[in-house]
């Protein structure tokens, strides 16, 4: 329960009178966007329009589960819904996933609802299905058993015919299905349609008599975009590359969607493997010739677009707020903020939003290291630079038990937080499994603090024992993205040597280098 006003210190944020504030990327406020729209790890977005509202979908592998984000303008978005809070098959309860999980989901509306498909590497393909974007959506549904599976995408024909298109794990071939009529079953053993470099990620469009299926190639890091149009569904299909890196740094611009605006404007979003911060969003212009999209910008006239940096936003009509995907959260709600993702599956029995109303309280479970704990709490990273904060009720605190606020990516993970032993309690920093400082203290609360500056590797811990004086502590630490997702931050509670002890978090604040939605309570 947040009772203070928040200042901002050492971050630029510049603030319009409006209460919204632009940044280094995203809406600019004044007509233009700045790439990447999303400048977190929105990876293999898919986005669709349903009336004059958009809507994404991401991949989230271990973390829970896949997030449903809404715009009005295709440029500003918001966390709306989320599909699954957890899968219920080995190794999501024992943190054996990593990098496992959802892979690559579509969206679509058809038949008054939304589908959402996805794949997990070794469990097969699943299913969900809301008549709201922001849910409840159905339990997932395992379409097919099976492992190697990739990428899935339904399609709906004129006729109302249902197919779907995947991939396999390691990328390729495009095979493409038969689909029963309530989506939950698939009803052949499909057809290869195509076979390429690292093709994925397919996409099915139809338009103007052409199915189209738009596949990433090439790589995570080092690939192009590539369209496939056909007149009929099983092929045989023409090919054509529509978007590369060129002349630009935006590398391996491909996998996402194209999306088109009620007054007829085509757009196409894709990710960027942008290093520790995983795979963050860009959205590209869109004009058609001859029956092809060209995407971005042809700017060495060779036929395939490249890469834009700042943009006019999309012609729709409209005021649209600036906004991001919520990043602060000062737990009076009966539910967490959309923006937070358990690492594994929770177990629901060791946390509370009404134990301590007001505040999260975490119990410790027992785990021999953080990579192993469970309920640790996550959200991704926005922007390369920011601040994040939180104060810690620490009177439950039993000895053997670690609490406090963490930055994880792949193996690379580092804590600041309070652990307890010997009935005494010491402020600790941990980076990758070793205690590199200290420090015994004698209070009720903590307040721990974070400045990340991803890009300079000079991410640095601070601590406060009343919340004006702030300690440095600890060394400076990278980060890094590992196990498909970028780096992250959280909050975590466990205990190395039995179950006991729990850790109440009164509020968390994040503030970044991008466009927010400004709001201070008193």
């Given amino acids: 329960m947040k009772k203070f006003l928040f200042v901002l210190l050492g971050i630029l944020l510049p603030i319009s009178l409006s209460g919204q504030k632009t940044g280094s990327w995203g809406d600019q406020s004044n007509g233009t966007y700045i790439n990447p729209i999303l400048n977190a790890d929105y990876s293999d977005p898919d986005v669709i329009r349903v009336d004059n509202k958009y809507y994404m979908v991401c991949s989230e592998f271990h973390f829970m589960g896949i997030p449903v984000l809404e715009s009005d303008d295709m440029v500003n978005w ?4 989320k599909v699954y809070e957890n899968i219920s098959f ?17 969206i679509r509306f058809h038949d008054n609802k939304f589908w959402i498909y996805f794949c997990t590497p070794d469990e097969g393909l699943f299913m969900s299905s809301s008549a709201k974007a922001e849910g409840p959506w159905e339990p997932l549904v395992l379409v097919k058993g099976i492992a190697g599976w990739e990428d899935p995408c339904p399609f709906w024909d004129d006729n ?12 390729g071939p495009i095979i493409i299905h038969k689909l029963s009529p309530d989506g939950k079953q698939l009803l052949d053993d499909g057809v290869t349609v195509y076979t390429g470099p690292v093709a994925e990620g397919t996409k099915i469009h139809k338009l103007n008599g052409y199915y189209y299926l738009s596949i990433p190639e090439g790589g995570v890091e080092r690939g192009w975009q590539t369209i496939l149009r056909s007149k009929t569904i099983f092929g045989p299909y023409e090919k054509k590359v529509v978007l590369e890196k060129g002349s630009t740094s935006i590398n391996g611009p491909h996998q996402g ?3 088109d605006t009620p007054d007829g404007e085509w757009w196409f979003y894709h990710f960027q493997s942008d290093g520790a911060m995983g795979r963050v969003v860009h959205l590209q212009p869109v004009i058609w010739q001859e029956g092809w999209p060209v995407i971005g910008v042809d700017i060495d006239r060779n036929g395939i677009g490249e890469p834009v940096y700042v943009w006019k936003k999309p012609d729709i009509k409209g005021d649209f707020k600036i906004t991001a995907p919520q990043s602060d959260d000062d737990f009076n709600s009966s539910s967490l903020g959309l923006q937070w993702q358990w690492n594994h599956n929770p177990v629901n029995i060791f946390w509370s939003l009404t134990e301590k109303p007001g505040m999260l309280t975490l119990k410790a479970l027992k785990a021999d290291n953080f990579s192993k704990a469970r309920n640790t709490l996550t959200q991704k990273v ?19 038990q670690k609490a406090g606020l963490c930055s994880m990516g792949g193996k690379n993970t580092s804590l600041l937080g309070v652990v307890r032993k010997g009935g005494q309690l010491y402020v600790f920093a941990e980076k990758n499994g070793k205690i590199t400082n200290e420090q015994l203290i004698k209070s009720k609360k903590v307040y721990l603090k974070v400045k990340l500056d991803i890009k300079g590797d000079k991410n640095q811990f601070f601590f406060s024992l009343d919340n004006k004086q702030f300690q440095q502590f600890g060394e400076p630490f990278i980060t890094s993205a590992g196990y498909w997702k970028g780096t992250r931050i959280g909050l975590f509670s466990f205990n190395e040597t039995n179950e006991s002890g729990s850790a109440a978090f009164n509020w968390f604040t994040y503030n970044y280098d991008g466009p927010k939605g400004i709001t201070l309570k008193e």
């Fill in 160 to 171: 109302g015919t249902g197919y779907l298109g995947h991939s396999k794990v390691g990328a």
């Fill in 382 to 400: 926005m922007g390369t630079s920011g601040e994040a904060m939180t104060e810690i009720d620490i009177t439950g605190f039993a000895d053997g």
């Fill in 78 to 81: 918001k966390i709306i819904g």
């Fill in 257 to 259: 969607s194209l999306v």
């Fill in 90 to 106: 080995p190794g999501y309860d024992t943190n054996e996933k990593y990098g496992r999980g959802s892979w690559a989901p579509s």
